[in-house]
């Protein structure tokens, strides 16, 4: 049968041409994202570079984690304030050698809203930092900047969390783009950041090793370890990671619509040729010859067509990092990396899909009957398997007790960006497992009014899209996947944003909130809260962690606040207890915790690695997860206010309570915003990595989307020029004939797109669903410019690849035409 099906495929070239090029474009797809996501799993090790030099030969630093033993091995956290080395490790130093004492302290210069990285110029010397012009900095006032921050002789305002003064650029130093440095003289410095985070020591590092013996949590850093003392050491391999989450997230998403479209493509295939397949059977071809045939066929198609999409894979992959490096997803460095597995898997997949998606029609195939070829009607019949059927079922089943859970025992597992990049897969494959049932009625009801109006096209547009149900379905598939997939992403990372607003926005009681864009110091604070007629609070954000289970070390945001203030400027979602009662020996936690009664004491690690152990006065509900948790600032040490709530006293007049607040926060940069500016102002936003993220996912999944439905039309129109022809021999001109195939097509588009806009709504409504479960009430934020945009994008590939075809096939004479052989 091999030859055979050689002989098939050169007469039905069009056909195996349409999957041929849907398989190398999945298979290229596949292979790319496979590439991709091999390159992120090392990061290069970074040298040190804050003490490169050879003057910085070990480097003694405070703890900046907190290590809990368990039963399992420690557990390990970063430290959100690290207290950094006891001044009496510096002195145990000193008789060792020279020793530098080293401050990393935020910096805020002029009105930027990015904070640099304030350091005493001691240190200049180890990165190395030069001087480019000018000289160190000798008096209080002086500093010297990088370049490009501000102009040696330029007087600038600088804002530290102890304050804000005007200040002389006496010099400045080369960048080196890890970090952009502030230097101070080391006397201010000191006064500004009292905390020491590193201790240079010019001496042997056995012998320091051995002088710090004993003291809890100092590091000894020496070769190449001294990066650990760097800005953010790990940065490389946490940007690799965030792409890592993005590429594993596309090509999950990718892979779906692939191997769904390939399936379906390759089924189409097969389910046109009945009428061959019944010529074969005539011709005493028994069942199993049949099958035989079809899987020699997607077996050469498949070898053939993984094998390009490989070689597509290679040019791909370079092409998304560029893509990924140039929008900032990724960091600048990275690279593809020689890798055979993505490979492997890619032709493996692409080879066992094309299989798959004949098998089942193979079968089908094979049962075909000679008087098959007798018949000269186009209408499908049972086209649907018991196959779809059970598939189509469990989907659906899946899906739907997949959101009864999440609705009954976890609400908030549907706002997690695996779930809600996974969980509508099943209901895009169940709608098109289902889709032969669906497009006849969805068909005959959409198309109703058109067929009412006067002429045939538009009936004849309703009878061909509903009786041809194969190829119909076959078309709406792509489409389907493109607006659901559209619907989907976007509509839920949008209701998920309208609710964290909402659920911040309604915890708010404040009428103006202070914010500076950096630390607000403790004067700053008491500042605005001798305005007359106010109540004012800062907001100070810090860490706390709990084990659970003995095994889980957790961290969680903890918000520092006055407790006095608390219940006026902010109306916590509390289920239990009063946020009244909150003092020094206390805490209000979330529902989440393990431990949440009123009354508990729960042991804790505060933001500097002190344990403590704090009752429990309120537990509130979690929410979408930016609850967090509530202390005072007794319990939060090291952490400075980042912003400062303020409530109008009854009676206080407004304009005078503002103008006063003004000029309290003018000597720290603070902006004074009314409720509905802040609100304005923060709410969840999509920044723009995670735009171009989804874009990535989005873009991939839709332009395949898109040639898959381009594919499938051509293979569908080509299929029927016979009909094409009989409509001209009943007297039907070419334009007419070509404007009830444009009709048709775009039909059958709005259909996919009817189906697709369920999908989306009954996933969106899932989301809402569970936001409401948890108290949250936002409005379902449906995409209608992407939905619209997909489904346009989709009509326009539809009127165009089914069109162009038919008039091109259409130049042949109708009477030749009729009588070509299929």
Known sequence: MLSVALRTMRTRWVTFVGSFIALALGVGLLATMGLTLASTFDAPERSPERFASAASPVVV???????VPSPIGDRVKPLTQPP??????????????????????????GTGPKALDGHPWSVAAFAPYRLLDGRAPAADSEVVVAKGTAKTGDRVEVRTDSGSAARTVVGTVKSTGFENPVFFSDAEAARLSPRIDNIVVDAPVEAVKSAV??????????????????????????????????????????????????????????AQRRREFGLLRTAGATPGQVRRMVFAEATVIGVLASAAGCVLGAYGAPYLARVLVDNEVAPSWFAIKDASWPYWIAFSTGLLVAMAGVWAASRRAGKVTPAEALRDAAVDTRTMTPGRWV??????????????????????????????????????????????????????????????????????????AASSVRRTAAIVAPVLVA???????????????????????????????????????????????????????????????????GVALIQDEARAVDPAALPLVADLPVIAGRAADLDDGSIIVTDEWAKHTVGESVDVWLGDGSKTSLKIVAVMRTGTGNNGVYVTPHNAPGATASRIDVKLRPGADAAVAAAALKAAAEPFGGKVLTKQEWEEATAPKTNRQ????????????????????????????ADRVRD??????????????????????????????????????????????????????????????????????????????????????LRTRPVELAGMRE
């Not at 939905?787 to 009509?795: E, F």
């Open 61 to 67: 630093r405070g703890p900046d984690t907190l290590r």
């Open 84 to 109: 950094g080395l006891d001044p009496q490790v510096s002195g145990k130093l000193a008789g060792l050698g020279r020793t530098t004492v080293d401050r990393t302290f935020d910096v805020h210069v």
């Open 213 to 270: 013996a004993g003291t809890a949590g100092v590091q000894v850093l020496s070769g190449e370890n001294r990066r650990l003392a760097d800005p953010d050491p790990d940065r490389e391999k946490e940007a690799l990671l965030g792409v890592n989450i993005l590429i594993g997230t596309a090509g999950g998403v990718t892979t779906f619509t692939a191997v769904f479209v390939v399936a379906s493509t390759f089924a189409f295939a097969v």
């Open 391 to 464: 598939w189509g079922g469990l989907l659906l089943l899946a899906g739907t007790y997949v959101l009864g859970s999440q609705l009954i025992s976890d609400p908030q597992d549907a706002i997690h960006r695996k779930t809600y990049t996974i969980q509508p897969m099943w209901w895009i494959t169940a709608f098109a497992c289902l889709a032969p049932v669906l497009v006849r009625p969805l068909t005959r009801l959409l198309a109703w009014l058109p067929a009412q109006l006067p002429g045939a096209v538009g009936m004849l547009m309703r009878e061909n």
């Open 483 to 549: 607006v659901a997939l559209a619907g989907s992403l976007l509509g839920v990372t949008g209701t998920i944003n309208e609710a964290k607003a909402a659920e911040t926005n309604s915890q708010l009681s404040a009428d103006y909130v202070i914010s500076s864009g950096g630390g607000i110091d403790d004067r700053s604070v008491e500042r605005v809260k001798e305005v007359a007629g106010v109540t004012a609070t800062g907001i100070a954000s810090s860490g706390i962690y709990t084990m659970e289970d």
């Open 690 to 717: 995670t735009r171009v993220g989804f874009a990535v996912v989005l873009g991939i999944a839709l332009l395949y989307s898109c040639i898959a439905l381009a594919n499938t039309l051509v293979m569908a129109t």
């Open 724 to 809: 094409l022809a009989v409509l001209r021999l009943a007297g039907a001109t070419k334009a007419q004939v070509l404007r009830l195939v444009a009709a048709e097509s775009l039909m059958v588009v709005v259909v996919g797109g009817a189906l697709g806009l369920a999908v989306t709504g009954l996933y969106l409504f899932g989301v809402w669903a569970c936001l409401a479960v948890m108290s949250v009430w936002s409005p379902v934020a449906v995409p209608w410019q992407a939905l619209g945009g997909a489904l346009g994008v989709c009509a326009l590939l539809a009127v165009t690849f089914s069109t162009v075809p038919a008039a091109l096939a």
